[in-house]
């Protein structure tokens, strides 16, 4: 537990930390291995507010086309979210798919005693781009997983174990603000990971009151800051979606700011935790670029030096090859002077004004957390991307995905 | 042996195939591995027209920075080169070191009996970046490379043998053409290779009679087919060099026509040679983008794709995990509509209009071999780009390359 954002962070709750919400996760049997695969997070209100980012891939899957309708009226009750697959390049069947299932959701629910209607469903999908989902597997399953919806934080932890894909444990982060409203969040990732403008898949819930306006500002502001600076494959997914729900129940209204510190505060640890997890890591990278002529080249900056397949390589192999780095620095579309370039690994000089600095050889990087740090020496302004290593396991686990 | 150009391609010949070059290298003691590690390439004229192309990357080596002052010239006497460093981000003493280098070359070569300044000369250098060159190795062995030059095609042999880091064969091409003229190469290059108007090295000569100028036309065009379209793992070198030498040694002026084939021929190839022999390579890989509204947006698409790691690694597990190229395509800076992409693996159609077509998941990706072919549907314009899976030995290798 941390103190941030003028709260208690935790990791062990997530969706349902905030008042009305509720949360469920089953086997629906979509995927072969008989693992959950279906979750259901709802908004008990009394407020339905929401906002919602998504993919920047041209590509989009079903879901994403059908919950960027939904949340143009700002508005939802409820979000589905399956694992076993993306439901993307699926075509017009897919889309369909994707409608029936918020259907069969607000009728469930309906059915239930909550009157919901399907353009309140937002739907998210994960896993193997390209086959239809087993629709006969799928609609039974939300009935069933209706009837599992949990009151108190359990719920949320299910839901959390029902979208992993290649992940191995649940994401859960949760924001308690000294004046009594919370933040909640749950997310799944660890390869395709590059998100823009989102993450993999993440569900944010608050029980403060708040329009959809407000909703979306402080959603934008958050993912700018944390998914969208999270870059393990250079890979961005079809699928990726974050969405913000607001239940009103806890009656506060924060400010704005306040809004803004914790949504990013639970949507910061999250990309934590999707790091820490991702395909094959063995080393947790943070790449800062500081110095730069402005944030944009911050950031192209870090995130080329991180996407950069013999930078990741040598970090694997706790190298300090910092020449990598400065010839990544090289390539990348920015502002620079290669002779005001000066770069450290976890706080060692490496290379001081483009130039070799002694010791550099010997630099220790045998640890998990690997720091690298790269002062351009032409500005002010500073970026940092989380990343991973390229190993042997993101290579195995890569290889054999889809067969 | 292959017919193309208006002449007989062949491998087992370089830089030595025209008349009017020497050839030499030799282990100097620069590499630890006692391996060979510096070449010479003496052009005997009468001409000494050449030209040349450098990495675009902004972190240049100091070999790199004295060749592109020494072609300004439009004049080449002699290239020297050598492997076991590559003298990059070594400041004003790399610098002071190359051209000493160049200093040395002449000497040695005006002592030999042929007069050469030290401005005649071009440095190539790779290797590891970071380190200052081992100078008291390499100055004894500048003397001893230029007694070693060989008249006849053994020289050139041994030149590209000099040059190889993690090469795992030499490269070589010579174009014999029908009018009596020729042109040979020879290249190096395994890793850090994306190279941009360049690649990491080459050396290419011509017995033909050409000015500075003509020969910088035929080579731009060339290295812009070739070398430009060659991505093995996205990284472009501090040191990429691309140099051509003639020395009309066969009396003949070819059109700029025949000159631009020919080179293109020699280039091609060399291209195709590195491609094969690329790091951990296990798949040879050729993606081509067709439909495109422009051929920046084809080249653009087929080189997001062909960068993409998981599209990588799922060609090293032979998995026709077509999801992954659309991931990939859409999101590539580039005109397209999902819904009229198709692919095709080896010829078999896996994704049409954007939906995966019957079968897609059997297609036999089990050969070395593996073209995509990616149809964007909404132009006519086509590009294709050579690359590699992503592979264990890749990660091997990289993991463990300075240490």
Redesign the interface.
């Given at each position: 537990m941390v103190h941030v954002a003028g709260g208690r962070l935790l990791r062990t709750q997530g969706v349902t930390a905030p008042a009305g919400f509720r949360g469920a996760g089953i086997a629906a049997g979509i995927k072969k291995s008989g693992k959950s695969d279906l979750a259901l997070v709802l908004n008990e209100g009394p407020d339905l507010a929401a906002a919602g980012v998504f993919t920047?891939?041209?590509?989009?899957a079903a879901p994403v086309l059908w919950s960027q309708q939904v949340l143009t009226t700002g508005k939802l009750r409820a979000v589905v979210l399956n694992s076993g697959g993306?439901n993307?390049?699926?075509?017009a069947g897919g889309f369909q798919d994707a409608h029936k299932t918020a259907e069969e959701v607000a009728s469930a629910l309906s059915n239930w005693g909550t009157e919901t209607g399907a353009i309140e469903v937002a739907v998210c999908s994960t896993g193997?781009?390209?086959?239809r989902l087993p629709m006969d597997k799928l609609i039974p399953g939300v009935t069933e997983v209706v009837h599992e919806l949990a009151g108190g934080i359990s719920g949320g932890t299910d839901a959390a174990y029902a979208i992993m894909t290649t992940d191995t444990v649940p994401k859960q982060a949760s924001l308690h603000h000294a004046n009594k409203w919370n933040v909640g969040g749950m997310a799944k990732g660890a390869?395709?990971l590059a998100p823009?403008l989102a993450t993999m898949l993440c569900v944010v819930t608050t029980d403060a009151v708040a329009t959809a306006e407000q909703l979306d500002t402080a959603l934008r502001a958050a993912t700018h800051l944390s998914f969208d600076r999270l870059d393990v494959?250079?890979?961005?997914?079809?699928n990726d979606t974050v969405l913000l729900l607001a239940s009103g129940a806890s009656g506060v209204t924060p400010t704005q700011d306040e809004l803004n510190a914790a949504v990013f505060a639970v949507c910061d640890d999250l990309a934590d935790q999707l790091m820490a997890d991702a395909e094959g890591v063995t080393k947790r990278v943070k790449v800062t670029v500081r110095g730069a002529a402005s944030e944009s080249d911050a950031l192209i900056g870090a995130r080329t030096i991180a996407?950069?397949?013999?930078v990741k390589?040598?970090l694997?192999?706790s190298?300090?090859?910092?020449?990598?780095v400065?010839?990544?620095?090289?390539?990348a579309p920015i502002e620079?002077d290669?002779?005001r370039?000066s770069v450290s690994f976890n706080g060692s000089p490496v290379?001081i004004?483009?130039?070799?600095a002694p010791g550099?050889?010997e630099v220790d990087l045998s640890g998990i957390d690997i720091e690298l740090d790269i002062d351009l020496g032409i500005g002010n302004e500073s970026v940092s991307i989380r990343t991973t290593d390229?190993?042997?396991a993101?290579?195995?686990e890569?290889?054999?995905?889809?067969?």
């Amino acid at each position: 537990m941390v103190h941030v954002a003028g709260g208690r962070l935790l990791r062990t709750q997530g969706v349902t930390a905030p008042a009305g919400f509720r949360g469920a996760g089953i086997a629906a049997g979509i995927k072969k291995s008989g693992k959950s695969d279906l979750a259901l997070v709802l908004n008990e209100g009394p407020d339905l507010a929401a906002a919602g980012v998504f993919t920047l891939n041209k590509v989009k899957a079903a879901p994403v086309l059908w919950s960027q309708q939904v949340l143009t009226t700002g508005k939802l009750r409820a979000v589905v979210l399956n694992s076993g697959g993306a439901n993307a390049c699926t075509g017009a069947g897919g889309f369909q798919d994707a409608h029936k299932t918020a259907e069969e959701v607000a009728s469930a629910l309906s059915n239930w005693g909550t009157e919901t209607g399907a353009i309140e469903v937002a739907v998210c999908s994960t896993g193997l781009i390209g086959d239809r989902l087993p629709m006969d597997k799928l609609i039974p399953g939300v009935t069933e997983v209706v009837h599992e919806l949990a009151g108190g934080i359990s719920g949320g932890t299910d839901a959390a174990y029902a979208i992993m894909t290649t992940d191995t444990v649940p994401k859960q982060a949760s924001l308690h603000h000294a004046n009594k409203w919370n933040v909640g969040g749950m997310a799944k990732g660890a390869g395709m990971l590059a998100p823009a403008l989102a993450t993999m898949l993440c569900v944010v819930t608050t029980d403060a009151v708040a329009t959809a306006e407000q909703l979306d500002t402080a959603l934008r502001a958050a993912t700018h800051l944390s998914f969208d600076r999270l870059d393990v494959d250079g890979a961005t997914s079809t699928n990726d979606t974050v969405l913000l729900l607001a239940s009103g129940a806890s009656g506060v209204t924060p400010t704005q700011d306040e809004l803004n510190a914790a949504v990013f505060a639970v949507c910061d640890d999250l990309a934590d935790q999707l790091m820490a997890d991702a395909e094959g890591v063995t080393k947790r990278v943070k790449v800062t670029v500081r110095g730069a002529a402005s944030e944009s080249d911050a950031l192209i900056g870090a995130r080329t030096i991180a996407r950069d397949s013999l930078v990741k390589t040598a970090l694997f192999g706790s190298d300090p090859n910092w020449g990598r780095v400065l010839a990544a620095v090289g390539i990348a579309p920015i502002e620079l002077d290669p002779d005001r370039i000066s770069v450290s690994f976890n706080g060692s000089p490496v290379c001081i004004d483009g130039v070799g600095a002694p010791g550099a050889r010997e630099v220790d990087l045998s640890g998990i957390d690997i720091e690298l740090d790269i002062d351009l020496g032409i500005g002010n302004e500073s970026v940092s991307i989380r990343t991973t290593d390229l190993s042997h396991a993101y290579v195995e686990e890569n290889s054999a995905y889809s067969s």
